[in-house]
């Protein structure tokens, strides 16, 4: 057999079959497959910074401080995610959506102990009150 390795989170479709020494091949089969990056919330601590806007530049900044509550550390990199942020607010440097929600990529490792203040800035067109629920995940790459 061949083996193979998926590099991204998502969905994935792979398609494989079945030559013998003869050259005969069996048809196609296909299988769907779904990688999920392993939340890892529950082995930190999550503080957030209130979004506070910076007149010159008019955008909102704030940050989530995480510190690793666990025993191992956490291999980067990780996803900060902000679930259920406010409606007509925009993360600034997304790097895209994990179940829809916006997440920023966190290099790692974060040690046993060790804290680390992700920086957020937003974009708030109708200066409304900023709120999200931040978790912590780690992709299979």
Not at 56 to 66: H, I, N
Not at 124 to 141: D, V
């Amino acid at each position: 057999g061949t083996a193979l390795a998926l590099a991204t989170t998502g969905s994935h479709t792979v398609a494989y079959w079945s030559v013998d020494a003869a050259g005969n091949a069996e048809a196609q089969h296909t299988l769907a497959v779904n990688i999920a990056p392993a939340d890892v919330s529950a082995g930190v601590k999550m503080t957030q910074q209130g979004a506070t806007l910076n007149r010159a530049t008019g955008k909102y900044v704030g940050g989530v401080t995480v510190t690793n509550t666990g025993a191992t550390a956490l291999a980067g990199p990780l996803w900060l995610t902000l679930n259920g942020l406010t409606a007509g607010v925009t993360l600034d440097g997304a790097a895209g959506t994990n179940g829809g929600a916006p997440y920023v990529v966190v290099s790692g490792p974060l040690n046993p102990g060790a804290t680390l203040t992700v920086p957020l800035t937003f974009t708030n067109p109708g200066r409304t009150i900023i709120g999200y629920t931040p978790a912590l995940f780690q992709p299979h790459f």
